[in-house]
Each structure stands twice: as C-alpha cells, then as structure tokens.
C-alpha cells in the first residue's frame, strides 16, 4: 500500500532549531569539544529548517579537527554537498552565513542557550514523530483495503513515538572539575583517581563541606534583596559497593579533624570545670566555676531539629549534618514526632535550607530560638530506597529538589592506589583553616558580597535561560530548575571562598565574572543529573508496575484484554492506560498480542510469553 507520509514544515519550533545551531557556530571557534557534544545532542532527522540537518552534520564532521574554524566547516559543507549549485556554493552556505551573523549580534546568547535549544528541539521532533503517527495510522485504518495486523502496527507505532522521545533519555555527563578552583580540583581529581571511584562521589561532599566552613559568615548577593546563604544539600545516589563511602571519608576529613580537635579540647575544659566545681563545693571562697563548658561544633550527625536547634544556638557560623545514609532522614519525616507531625519537620527544614530563623520549645529546657539557622548537608542514599522514602510526597513538597542529586554509572571496583598527594592535602588543610577563621560582619551576622558588572551580565544570561527553561518544565523538574538558580549563586559564592583561602587573586568581597561562570556551570551540570535521576526513578516505579501486572495476568492463567486489566487492577482505569501498559508488555518482548478466549481480533489481548 502506499502511504501518505506528512510532509516535513517549519512549524516545529523552527526558532529554536535556527538558534540551536547558531550556538553551535558561536560554540566552534570558541570551544570545538563543547560544540560537538552540544551538536551530538539532537539527531539530523530533528531538524526541519532548510539545510539545517546537513549543517548540523558537518559540525559533527569536524571531530577530525583538532581547532575547527569557520572557514573548515564550509569546506566540509562543500565536499558533503551532492547537489551543489554551478557555482560551487550549496544551500546550507546561506543558511551558515545567517546564522553566523545571529550570532555576532546576540554574542554569547546563543552558546548560553545551546543545551535549552537543544531540548526545545528534542520536545518538537517527539510531538513531530506523534504527528506524523498518527496521520498515518488515520490514514490506514480508513483504508479498507488493510488488514488488522497492520491497523494495530500503525497503532503501536503511534504509542511508541508518544513515550519514546530522546528528549526523555539523558545520558550520564562526568562532573565537570574542571569548574572547581585549586586546591579542590586537584584535590578530587586525586582522590577519586587513587581510590578508582568516581569523581562526583568526592566533589558532592566536599561542597557541602566548603559551604558549611564559609557558614554563616559570608552571603552572596545577586541583585537588592535577593541574598542566598553558603547551604549546599548534596546527595550521593549510589548502590552498596560503589566506594560512595569511602570518597566521602576523603571529602570530609578535613571538617572531621577539626571536630575532633574540638572534643578533645572540651574534654580537657570539661575536666578542668569540674575541678573547680568541686573546689567551690569544698570551699566557699573557691571562684564559681561558671557554666559548664560545650564543646565547638563543626558537624553533626543527629537528624532531628529538636537535637540540631540547641547546637545552632551555640555555633552561630552553622555545622554540617554528616551522615552517610540518609533514607531515615526523608524517612522519618513521614513518622509522627513528639510535639508534631513529621510533614511539619520537613517544613522546618525547608526553612533552614535558607538561613532562616527556627524556634524550638522544649519543656524541660524551655525556649531555643536560632535567627539563622545554617546546615550544609552531605550524605548518601541507594537508589531503590531513595525512590521508596522519598515517593512523590518529598518531590512534591520541595525537599528533594532542593538536593544536589547525582548518581553515577557503576563501574567494576579496582584497588585502590591511595589518595591525593602530601602537597594537596597540605594545600587542602591551609584553605579549610583559612574558611574556618573567617569573621562574620561587625554587626555578628554574615557579611554580604555583591557582584561586579560583568558578573552581573552572565548572571542575567543565566538567570534568562533558567526561568525559560523552567516555563516549560512541570511538576517536581519544575521545582528543581527553579533552585537551580540558588545552587548557581551558592556554588559560585563557594568557588570564590575557594579561591580567596587558596591564595588566587580576587576582588575581595566582590564576585568576579570567574566564579559566576564556574558556579552557573556546576549548576547546569546539577539540574541535568538531578532530572536524570528523577527520570530513571520514574522508568523504575513503571517497571516495578510493569512486573505487577505480570504477575496479576500470570495468576489469570498467562492472557488479559485491556478491559480485564481495568476492571481487575484500579491503577490502570484511567483513559488508556490499560492498553498502554498492555502495549509495553508486548514491546518488552514479556507477551504477544493474541485473540482474546472469547474470540475477537487477534490483537484484543496479549498472552505471556
């Protein structure tokens, strides 16, 4: 038979197809590995502008390249070109020469925007693909002409094309640490080299860990009245084995040593207070011993605010909550507590992710109130469990997506060869003293730094980019992109504190360009991974649907129609959902599509195979 197939248009986002490969030549000259994986994201057969598909195909082509330019791209254009015109110059020259000129007027826009245009893209060419589904599936069930086997083919292809969007595929990116200024790049570079783990197991805790040491004592200001603290959440998303534990060990050392240093001088204060207590009860003209000394607080372990409001009270700069697994944290904010449910502790904690004020009355020791609460945290979590305890519940209410959430690709464990070198872990102790002793404002709170010009230009780029992209997004993805922006300024606050205790040239209490740019970068590499994982735990909760409802067809003797499946189960009585999750079953390959018991088509059920 012959098949209408819709023609290819312009009426797909053209826009940011055009402005996607404008990046793409802003990209080249500028940063010719950037550009290539930028161009790699989105297929030729996306692209619907004229010669753009041809274009986009010869920036890949310039791999081969060790520094592309320009004028190479053309050559490459003309020895690809099949049809070219006499005069040596094909249509995709025309459209290069547009979009180069883009690209001068709108300097830096377009590259800033190449990953957001790149989605833009994927998202059409899915609806595309549906489109054109569906047109031919229309087309073949009018047909009289066409048998039912190729009614239901057509049909499939139209759910396949409407979940199977590469726009939903996200591929694991490294963490970029090539962002993180000396002595922590070299730092994590080492570390993660030695114990032969993956790098974003060492970098995840030693943000936290940096943020916590700046405290309260420093905050980033990106325009009037818009201030973010040095709060890091960072979570590692990892499987037992994965030396996730060990790579924090390494990361956190540093904050460790110094609380131990602390208790060990508690104890000796401590020692010391109840000589003189016992002194005084001896004697009366014996000094009063005063009150019973409490010791520094650098980290903390207790995950309860009742537990962490009191130490707050004493250590105004704030702690780090250490803990290496956190599922009984998210876990237990669906338990009743004391004094309250725990949906109101997660709120609570929600403040504290913002420095703000917390109270806490207890009966015994009365009233703890913290102006401004601070708690960096680090910690880890298995992914089954993650998606068990945090279900929908903590994504919805903004707990999760307030985390910096990574979950590397397992790798076959090596052994490990030791750790970073004498000089950086030298390096790395003389800048955690150095964040350690900064001192707050004259007025006891955090003094706050601004940003210089040209940082407040990359800034705005960014901050453009980031709402547009999450005017598109929905629900908890949403949520994130909205505190990407946050983790954009804290880590760049984070980078900059990183450079003034590592000794490098800056401009005091004024953010530079430099650190904007690193810390816009670890974010954009954080909201990518955060959506990756988020997406795998929703591909894992359909899986653990999927094997649901085998068992439950298993258990009806191997064969259901869509009808049963909505009657039996109540998941799947919603508007085609039966028939899409009977439709996944066969694509799996787990079942066929056979003649239901009772007669019909031989597509009306599906048989386990």
Same mark, same amino acid.
């Given at each position: ?78 020895? $690809? ?30 590259? $800033? ?153 508690? $104890? ?25 000394? $409490? ?315």
């Amino acid at each position: 038979m012959n098949r209408r197939t819709p023609k290819r248009g312009t009426a797909y986002a053209p826009e940011a197809e055009r402005a996607y490969l404008a990046g793409l030549l802003e990209l080249l000259t500028d940063d010719a590995a950037r550009c290539r994986e930028a161009a790699a994201v989105v297929s030729p057969d996306a692209i619907t502008t004229e010669g753009g598909a041809e274009l986009l195909a010869a920036i890949v082509a310039t791999a081969a390249l060790p520094a592309p330019t320009v004028a190479d791209l053309a050559r490459i254009i003309h020895e $690809r070109a099949v049809n070219a015109p006499p005069d040596g110059h094909p249509a995709e020259y025309g459209l290069m020469v547009d979009l180069l000129e883009a690209s001068v007027k709108h300097r830096g826009g377009y590259s $800033r925007g190449a990953d957001r245009h790149a989605r833009e893209v994927n998202r059409a060419a899915g609806r595309r693909r549906t489109i054109e589904a569906a047109a031919t599936a229309a087309e073949v069930a009018a047909d009289p002409r066409a048998a039912d086997d190729e009614i239901e083919a057509a049909a499939v292809a139209v759910a396949v094309a409407a979940t199977d969007s590469p726009a939903d595929r996200l591929e694991w990116e490294p963490f970029p640490v090539a962002l993180l200024p000396d002595p922590v790049g070299t730092f994590v570079a080492e570390t993660a080299g030695g114990l032969g783990c993956d790098a974003t197991f060492v970098a995840l805790p030693m943000l936290a860990a940096v943020a916590a040491a700046v405290g309260n004592r420093r905050r980033i200001e990106l325009w009037p009245g818009w201030q973010e603290p040095a709060i890091v959440w960072a979570l590692a998303v990892a499987e037992s084995g994965s030396m996730k534990t060990p790579a924090a060990d390494a990361a956190l050392r540093f904050t460790r040593e110094r609380q131990r240093a602390a208790f060990t001088d508690h $104890r000796a204060a401590l020692a010391e207070w109840e000589r003189e207590a016992q002194a005084e009860r001896r004697s009366r003209s014996a000094a009063p011993a005063g009150d019973r000394p $409490r010791p520094e607080r650098f980290a903390v372990d207790d995950l309860t605010i009742e537990s962490v409001a009191p130490i707050l009270a004493d250590n105004p700069r704030g702690v780090l909550l250490d803990r290496d697994e956190l599922s009984g944290w998210i876990g237990g904010f669906d338990q009743y507590r004391s004094g309250g449910q725990g949906g109101a502790e997660a709120a609570r904690w929600l403040t504290i992710y913002n420095a703000g004020p917390v109270t806490v009355d207890r009966k015994q020791t009365g009233t703890v109130y913290v102006d401004a609460a601070h708690v960096s945290i680090a910690g880890g979590i298995q992914p089954g469990v993650l998606a068990r305890v945090a279900g929908s519940r903590h994504f919805e209410n903004g707990l999760v997506p307030r985390f910096i959430m990574a979950a590397p690709p397992r790798r076959m464990m090596t052994m490990p060869t030791g750790g970073a070198g004498f000089s950086t872990a030298a390096d790395m102790a003389s800048m955690f003293d150095v964040l350690f002793a900064i001192a707050p404002a004259p007025d006891g709170g955090p003094a706050v730094l601004d940003l210089v010009p040209d940082a407040l230009e990359v800034w705005r780029g960014w901050w453009q980019e980031n709402a547009a992209e999450q005017f598109t997004a929905s629900g908890a993805e949403a949520a994130m992109i909205g505190k990407a922006r946050s983790w954009a300024a804290r880590l760049a606050l984070v980078c900059h504190s990183i450079r003034q205790a590592g000794g490098e040239p800056t401009l005091g209490n004024r953010i530079d360009a430099d650190s904007i740019e690193r810390g816009i970068g670890l974010a954009r590499w954080a909201a990518r991974e955060w959506r990756r994982v988020y997406r795998a735990m929703q591909v894992g909760g359909i899986e653990a649907d999927d094997r649901a409802l085998r068992q439950w067809i298993a258990a009806r003797g191997g064969m259901a129609t869509a009808r049963d499946v909505a009657r039996g189960l109540a998941q799947y009585r919603g508007p085609g959902r039966a028939e899409a999750a009977l439709q996944r079953l066969a694509r799996s390959g787990a079942a066929e599509w056979s003649a239901a018991p009772t007669g019909g088509r031989p597509a009306d059920a599906v048989r386990l195979k």
